[in-house]
Structures are given as structure tokens and as C-alpha cells.
């Protein structure tokens, strides 16, 4: 597994992953923070272009992403993870609306352990996903992190509008 670290206006961003694709995105805070394992290795040329969206993403310039992603979960988890990439930039649901999505409208609290669990954050927009009443609910990155995210989909989505 190869990692390198990405500057953000939200903290240095661990990547993880392999030749074949990115398998983690690690916070420098809050509950999904992730540090390298001892076994890997430390190699930027395998996530150039990852780190080039995400550049573009933070700088307003991108909205959506094209990489190849290895994420890991249950199959339930990887339907959800799935859902969660059809959420347009600037927009938010519920995790009531996800279970729905895939067919399960009684498991809202297994759609939102799986949100809690993606691996790749931010790429697979688990951000966009907030409680029922419209309240921000648990992030990976700490709840800062979310509103941050958030706050820069909506002002850039409101600049595009004004173009």
C-alpha cells in the first residue's frame, strides 16, 4: 500500500492505495482520522491525479470526480457507498432518503454506520448526507470538517448559478 499526504484548507489529507486505485482518504482530525500502517510506503506518484482533483475540488473548479476507487466494505455497505456518489455537488439528503435509494427504507441506521465507515471520503460524498430534521450528524472529519465541506459546495454552486 502506497500513501502520500495532500494539503487542504481542511488539514493534510492522508491518500492510500495502490497502482490500481485509492482506497482511503484519512482526516488530520476526528474519528476517521488515519495514520500509515508501518507496512507502507510513502509515494506520491501513484495518486497525481487524485491529487490534482482534490486540488480542483478545494479550489472550486471541480464538481465531480473521475478516478478509480478500490473501496472495502460488506455488499450492503458498497450499495451504500454507490448511493452515495449519485449525490450532485451542493446538494444534501438524508440517510432516510438513501435507504430508500437502495431499497431498504428500514435500515437507516445501517445507511448511516456505512456512511460512517466510507473510506474514501470527500470523492464519495458522505458529507452531503445529514439527519432527517436538516441537522448536521457525525462526520469522520468532526462535524467542522462537514460544515466546511458543505459550506464550500454551496458557495461555489451559488457562484456558478451567478455566471
Not at 50 to 64: H, V
Not at 97 to 126: F, K, L, Q, S
Not at 134 to 148: N, S, V
Request: proline share 8%.
Amino acid at each position: 500500500m502506497y500513501y502520500c499526504y495532500l494539503e487542504t484548507p481542511i488539514g493534510d489529507l492522508l491518500l492510500g492505495g495502490d497502482d490500481d486505485g485509492l482506497s482511503f482518504i484519512g482526516f488530520p482530525e476526528g474519528p476517521m482520522r488515519l495514520d500509515p500502517k508501518p507496512d507502507w510506503i510513502f509515494n506520491e506518484k501513484p495518486f497525481s491525479e487524485a491529487r490534482r482533483q482534490l486540488g480542483e475540488y478545494f479550489a472550486g473548479k471541480r464538481k465531480t470526480f473521475d478516478l478509480p476507487l478500490k473501496p472495502t466494505g460488506t455488499e450492503f455497505q458498497l450499495q451504500v457507498l454507490e448511493e452515495l456518489q449519485k449525490i450532485h455537488y451542493g446538494t444534501t439528503c438524508s440517510y432516510r432518503d438513501i435507504a430508500e435509494r437502495i431499497g431498504r427504507p428500514r435500515a437507516v441506521r445501517a445507511v448511516g454506520a456505512a456512511n460512517g465507515r466510507n473510506p474514501i471520503p470527500i470523492i464519495i460524498p458522505c458529507h452531503r448526507v445529514i439527519g432527517a430534521s436538516g441537522d448536521l450528524t457525525g462526520f469522520g472529519g468532526g462535524l467542522p470538517t462537514k460544515e466546511a465541506l458543505l459550506r464550500l459546495e454551496l458557495e461555489n454552486s451559488q457562484l456558478l448559478q451567478n455566471t
